[in-house]
């Protein structure tokens, strides 16, 4: 065979053979492919006129609702895309009884879906709303006492009764006979007695607003005039002593001390001046001891029962407003205050920041929800992967154990001529 290949003439028509294939292939490869995106094969015309050149230019035209619409494509043949349904006719609710026109609201596009899955880790920042009714800080309510204050016991409740309207940009913020809850703060000062904090507003149903403001003294003269000690702090009222003589009492025990102590008998010993062992001196102690009590016991009187201020019921007072005053946030018991002079901007800020912690806490337990899925999977995959393994471990051995098929088709028997 290899000679063959050796001998001039094989080889050239091996060439040749060779060369030829060469140039169909070239000749092909140089052809223009199909366009992919090629117009359709015009068709001649009925009356025997030659078809027009089709183009992939699409001429534009207005269709009006309910018609086919139909796209045009370089010549007379139309190519139906799309029917628009016909709109539905409005119902009878829209169609005016008086002049039987017909109101057709405009198409609104539809509305994007939602992107439920992008989740935005930034939080819009806190913006407190203004309310509607109020009165800035820094008011002065008219009010008088319902019942006698004492400076001697400071747990007496503060009672009293809004004497005018309260007004603010023409709305009434607060109406005349509402009642004031308060307690003294810190008692006495002068002739006066402190209150400052907290103020209870209730209202005739039973509605409670708290706001925190400082009571003021409200002294008007007779001539419609007010007294130079109008609005200084606290509420004014009445010095009372109960033992006029009281201080007097404390000077006499004192000075018999001082006589008492200084006519003892002393003799000089190595440790000082000692007090003789004797009846005297024995007296002189005790009445020495004695005065110092009843001094004492004097002193203490003075400070809480013999000398106090009384503010008789009845004494008029401002309240000055340390906050911005809301009626809208009064409630029944002050539940929307949790009886607590807070503001309405305080407690969205609350709800804004329990609702921060919620949205964290369960953005916390979704992402531990995720990281144990994701360990589940991994798990998962790890157990297929080994029971792969082990199948294909486990695969030659049982081919290998397995016996050798014997076959049971009864071969031919040979024939002997």
């Known amino acids: 065979m290899m000679q063959q290949f050796q001998k001039p ?33 015009a068709k001649p015309t009925k009356d025997g006129k030659p078809p027009a050149e089709l183009t992939l230019v699409a001429e534009s035209k207005t269709v009006n609702l309910g018609e086919k619409r139909t796209a045009m494509i370089g010549s007379d043949q139309q190519v139906e895309r799309f029917v628009v349904p016909p709109k539905k006719p409005a119902p009878p609710s829209l169609i005016s009884s008086g002049s039987g026109t017909q109101k057709n609201k405009a198409d609104k596009p539809p509305p994007f879906p939602k992107l439920v899955h992008v989740s935005n880790a930034v939080s819009e920042p806190f913006v407190p709303t203004t309310p509607k009714l109020f009165a800035p800080r820094g008011i002065l309510i008219k009010a008088a006492l319902v019942i ?63 706001i925190g403001g400082v009571a003021l003294d409200h002294e008007r003269l007779s001539d419609d005039t007010y007294a130079i000690t109008d609005g200084s702090a606290g509420i004014k009222g009445v ?13 006499i025990a004192e000075a018999l001390q001082g006589i008492m102590n200084n006519n003892r008998q002393q003799f000089q010993s190595i440790y000082g001046l000692v007090p003789q062992n004797n009846t005297t001196n024995a007296a002189l102690g005790g009445g020495a001891q004695a005065a110092s009590a009843y001094s004492k016991l004097l ?35 002050g539940l929307k205050q949790k009886n607590q002079p807070i503001n309405s ?5 609350e709800m804004y920041a329990k ?7 369960q953005s916390q337990q979704s992402a531990v929800a995720n990281a144990q899925a994701e360990k589940n999977r991994q798990q998962q995959a790890t157990a297929d992967q080994i029971q792969e393994v082990r199948a294909l471990i486990s695969k030659p051995s049982d081919t290998a154990a397995s016996p050798p098929a014997v076959s049971t088709t009864p071969t031919p028997s040979s024939s002997k001529p």
Do not use: C
């Open 9 to 41: 003439a094989v080889q050239m028509m091996l060439l040749v053979v060779v060369v030829a294939i060469a140039g169909v292939a070239f000749y092909f490869s140089k052809q223009p492919a199909a366009s992919v995106n090629a117009p359709p094969a």
């Open 148 to 210: 006698t204050v004492d400076s001697s016991s400071l747990q007496t409740p503060v009672l009293g009764l809004v004497t005018e309207d309260i007004y603010w940009n023409r709305q009434l913020v607060l109406p005349a006979g509402t009642q004031v809850h308060a307690k003294a703060s810190k008692g006495r000062i002068r002739d006066r007695i402190e209150v400052a904090g907290g103020f209870t507003f209730i209202w005739e149903d039973g509605r409670e607003y708290s």
């Open 239 to 251: 010095i009372v002593q109960n033992d006029q003589y009281a201080q007097v009492k404390i000077l």
């Open 299 to 333: 002193t203490t009187q003075l400070a809480q029962d013999l000398d106090f201020v009384r503010v008789a019921a009845g004494t008029q007072f401002y309240i000055y407003t340390t906050d911005v005053f809301e009626p809208e946030m009064a409630s029944i018991a």
């Open 345 to 349: 901007w305080q407690l969205d800020e």
């Open 355 to 361: 609702a921060q912690a919620e949205n964290a806490a």
